[in-house]
């Protein structure tokens, strides 16, 4: 593909406001204060009602598509009704592409990263144009029970891609130095670390199961004095005491796991030959394979509740009831029903295993099976290859002991033993892990707190990385920061 795609994306892009840099390095505190306020003003956001749409006639959808839409911030008949997801898509498919080499660019010139940042930005406006359209054509994806008026539906489509202009600028602020991190991680890291903070500690009434409050916490301390424990170890459709285990359980599963590495023994040419070792870590392609699965899973529902939206009134359509159907339930919730849009869509919890354990099965299979092939994929596109390792090494000046300097093809053969046995491993943990603790009702999601320890373990590294810079100045100029 030639390189006048991405030109054209990119000249999209330098229309649109755009943040600079700042002239000096903020302090880590001002960083701090930046990365508050962004994310305060997308909380915000998710809480403002869409102009012109009466909030009476949407319709949430059910906790097992809420999963999805709580990680990308999509919050139904909001401005983030398509969230993160135009831009995470966006940023995924440029990524797939040039790692194929169906583009050409070399991501290490950062003439060309600007390049390839300007067309992501582009293509983000494009498929937040198109979400949004299909969003006001079909009523929301089907969560109002009229349909839009011409005038309402041009509305929504305005303040949907104004919004999601908006989100792009959050996300161009904290990477160009104002803030810590990237906006999309933050935002997916706040959104789960909500459910899990309401999970626990909401004082609100338990509609519709066992006990007073709706957080497993107050309802706890309340059953400690009444001696009714065993009733709120399974709670249907409410948080119990097995998600609060599982929760803390697989938290530490992953925290322990993000700092097992596999050492790989090398030598460095330019100081005589010393010897010292390169750590490759445990979970090769950290989340990446579910993150992957995710938003394939939240586009395709996506269109399969367009497509619903359009034509359920003929029941007899073979196509639609293949792609997904859908109803409103007695709580006024979108709910699958059919289709393979229900077994992407699981129950969560131990009841909802017992009561669907062939739709579970299902979604658990598709998961490991989905994370071995976007984990070997992943490798094979970012650069995290045997032969692309083998190459950095050379580049380096690094070589394996007992190896002859600068064979590539000797070097690509030594790290496959390592690098494809791990990124097989890794790819089928992380797959287990975010299946089994969905099925356990783990607060947040199995998906979402798979991705937010991840996240928070990288915000650590960013931070110690900082605090380092600013304790040493000495050493912010030895890197050239």
Do not use: C
């Not at 309402?152 to 160009?176: C, G, P, R, T």
């Not at 626990?200 to 409050?213: L, Q």
Request: aromatic content about 10%; glycine content about 10%; charged content about 15%.
């Amino acid at each position: 593909m030639k390189m006048g795609f991405l030109d054209a994306l990119g000249k999209m892009a330098y229309i649109l406001p755009s943040v600079k840099k700042p002239e000096r390095r903020p302090s880590l505190y001002e960083r701090f204060g930046w990365t508050g306020l962004v994310l305060l003003l997308f909380l915000i956001m998710g809480n403002v009602y869409l102009y012109g749409i009466p909030t009476k006639a949407i319709i949430s959808p059910e906790s097992a598509l809420s999963v999805f839409t709580l990680i990308f911030g999509m919050r139904t008949g909001t401005l983030m009704m398509l969230g993160i997801s135009p831009i995470v898509t966006a940023g995924i498919v440029l990524e797939v592409l040039v790692g194929a080499k169906i583009i050409e660019l070399d991501l290490t010139d950062p003439e060309q990263r600007e390049k390839f940042t300007a067309a992501q930005k582009g293509l983000a406006i494009i498929l937040a144009i198109v979400e949004a359209t299909a969003y006001a054509v079909s009523n929301l994806g089907g969560a109002l029970r009229t349909p839009l008026t011409p005038t309402q539906q041009v509305l929504v489509i305005i303040q949907l891609v104004i919004a999601s202009i908006i989100v792009l600028l959050f996300d161009e602020l904290l990477q160009k130095g104002w803030g810590i991190g990237s906006a999309i991680s933050l935002f997916i890291l706040a959104n789960v670390a909500e459910t899990v903070t309401w999970d626990m500690f909401s004082i609100a009434p338990a509609i519709g199961g066992a006990g007073t409050y709706f957080g497993i916490i107050p309802e706890l301390i309340t059953r400690i004095f009444t001696g009714n424990i065993l009733e709120i170890v399974i709670r249907q459709g409410l948080p119990d005491i097995i998600g609060l285990v599982a929760t803390l359980s697989f938290m530490l599963l992953l925290i322990y796991l993000q700092g097992v590495r596999v050492e790989i023994p090398v030598t460095i040419q330019r100081y005589r030959g010393i010897r010292s070792k390169i750590p490759l870590n445990f979970l090769y392609v950290a989340n990446i394979p579910v993150l992957l699965f995710m938003i394939f899973i939240s586009d395709y529902l996506f269109f399969a509740r367009i497509i619903w939206s359009r034509f359920n009134s003929d029941n007899s359509n073979v196509f639609l009831n293949i792609l997904g159907t859908f109803t409103i339930n007695e709580k006024n919730q979108l709910v699958t029903t059919g289709g393979l849009a229900y077994y992407l869509s699981p129950p969560r919890g131990i009841l909802g295993l017992i009561a669907e354990p062939i739709r579970v099965l299902v979604y658990t299979v598709l998961l490991i099976i989905a994370a071995i092939v976007f984990g070997l994929m992943w490798v094979e596109v970012s650069g995290m290859s045997p032969r692309d390792q083998a190459e950095q090494l050379i580049k380096s000046g690094l070589n394996i002991p007992g190896m002859r300097l600068g064979s590539v093809k000797a070097l690509e053969a030594f790290l496959s033993r390592y690098i494809y046995p791990l990124t097989l491993l890794s790819s089928i943990i992380v797959g287990a892990i975010a299946a089994l603790a969905h099925i356990l009702g783990v607060f947040g999601g199995g998906m979402g707190i798979l991705l937010a320890v991840g996240i928070i373990y990288q915000y650590y590294q960013v931070i110690a990385y900082e605090r380092a810079l600013e304790a040493y100045p000495l050493l912010r100029r030895l890197i050239g920061e």
